[in-house]
DNA sequence: CGACGGCTTGAGGGTTCTCAAGCGATGTGG
DNA sequence: CCACATCGCTTGAGAACCCTCAAGCCGTCG
């Protein structure tokens, strides 16, 4: 199995086999857990980085009475927050979606891989910037798109994210989410999710079947969808420059 | 005038009078704009880090069709994107929402005062992560929270922010945001703005004219919102073992 | 004085919600 | 092996929340 983590840096920069060796070393203490458990809970002291190598999780918030809003999805080759450590407590869950393999990172061996090859340090820089920006693309999202634009738009950034580490074949890609889930991460209420999934199949834009999600035509979702992929710098701008360095 | 990201970073860590010289340093190169000016455009390369000294700004996306969503509001002692340089492009503009006074601080100058100050580069984390974790918030507010219970979410985390750089005074502070650039901000239209607005101030919640906020009951309107403030991490608890070290 | 920006209110319509029920697949225990 | 529970998906009906369009008001400023 090839690295996840390897894999999405690489969309970034160009590493060293050795470099390659140093994070695949990190990749130590490894849990396996089962859909829909939590990995860490709200209020809890973060122990180490979670690094998901299978499978989906999602960073979620619940409020007193009951509401549930997912903030952010986790694919493999996702960090959920390398630097915790500087809070004392967590303001939020993360928890599986489906069954995962996630590894544990300790704060010291972030700390020594980053000290040791300067473009690992920033390629990190570089996947805690694109977080952010994913971030703000669903406040976006959230708060101007509609139902079928935003349902879309989601399933364009989770495609090209699931292609950066090498999880689609053609126009498809697993898509092992309930429509629930999808709700409570979309704000949407999950008859309305249903609804709008059958309004972006009977367009011809998506098919889902399953756990089977396929794009027939990805430019066409794009411009339903206003999904404009820059926010996810998938751009080895720097590549050149930087090779051979270390 | 003191420097208020002074002011904010001591919610966090206790200085000394070298490093508070330091961060006083860095604001050499300030500019004054206008009232909706935009400061840094969608598409711009990154060129210094923009350090709010007095005004409000803002973090907006604009679609192609017109739409626009303010992402993240700016208060003085704000840095906006503190490592931005590691990414080519901007996906997103900052713009000012009153008149302002704004720092330019280059990279190298936020590299060396890091590398001379631990405790200054362990609050500039700190910094950094609350500001994702008010983007993860607004995530919640606007994927759950209904419009009373968005916008009096935001009157407290606005009113806290402001109070942790002294510019509240008592149940009041300066409110200078129009109600359109509010409706862009919560994902909602103007009008539903006004009438939300009136619905706070009948229940007696809130009190707001001109640029005057008063919130007469800030606990009622923190369970009237949902609010939960541990988000803002607002504990100086690492203050006292890191006494004396620098 | 007239123009303008921001605030306010009314009316009607659209998007999305809740409640409710039914279907199909999967899994488990008697 | 079948009965039954469970989970996820689907659909209908009515209501709630929020939107757009439109107009009027108030203060400021040139």
């Known amino acids: 199995m090839v690295n996840p983590l390897v894999r999405?840096?690489?969309?970034?920069?160009?590493?060293?086999?050795?470099?390659?060796?140093?994070?695949?070393?990190?990749?130590q203490n490894t849990r396996r857990l089962g859909p829909r458990e939590d990995v860490v809970r709200d209020g809890d002291q973060p122990r180490h980085v979670n690094l998901i190598l299978e499978g989906w999780a999602c960073r979620y918030k619940q409020l007193e009475d009951g509401r549930r809003q997912v903030i952010s999805i986790f694919l493999p080759g996702d960090m959920c927050d390398p630097h915790v450590f500087v809070l004392k407590n967590m303001?939020?869950?993360?928890?599986?979606?489906?069954?995962?393999?996630?590894?544990?990172?300790?704060?010291?061996?972030?700390?020594?891989?980053?000290?040791?090859?300067?473009?690992?340090?920033?390629?990190?820089?570089?996947?805690?910037?694109?977080?952010?920006?994913?971030?703000?693309?669903?406040?976006?999202?959230?708060?101007?798109?509609?139902?079928?634009e935003r349902l879309g738009h989601l399933f364009?950034?989770?495609?090209?994210?699931?292609?950066?580490?090498?999880?689609?074949?053609g126009t498809s890609c697993e898509f092992p989410i309930t429509q629930a889930d999808l709700g409570d991460a979309m704000g949407l209420s999950t008859v309305h999710i249903n609804r709008t999934l059958k309004e972006l199949r009977a367009a011809?834009?998506?098919r889902l079947r399953g756990r089977q999600l396929t794009?027939?035509?990805?430019?066409?979702?794009?411009?339903?969808?206003?999904?404009?992929?820059?926010?996810?710098?998938?751009?080895?701008?720097?590549?050149?420059?930087?090779?051979?360095?270390?």
Chains 1, 2 share one sequence.
């Open 8 to 27: 999405k840096l690489e969309n970034f920069v160009r590493l060293s086999s050795e470099e390659r060796q140093a994070l695949d070393r990190v990749v």
């Open 215 to 246: 794009i027939p035509d990805f430019p066409a979702l794009c411009s339903a969808s206003l999904f404009d992929p820059s926010y996810l710098h998938f751009e080895r701008d720097r590549s050149a420059s930087a090779i051979g360095d270390s």
């Open 91 to 148: 303001d939020h869950s993360l928890g599986t979606l489906t069954s995962c393999l996630i590894a544990e990172v300790s704060e010291p061996s972030i700390r020594e891989i980053t000290a040791e090859s300067r473009k690992i340090e920033e390629a990190f820089w570089w996947e805690m910037l694109v977080s952010a920006a994913i971030q703000r693309e669903w406040t976006v999202s959230l708060g101007q798109r509609l139902a079928t």
């Open 204 to 206: 011809g834009l998506i």
């Open 156 to 169: 364009c950034e989770l495609f090209m994210r699931l292609d950066a580490v090498g999880l689609t074949n």
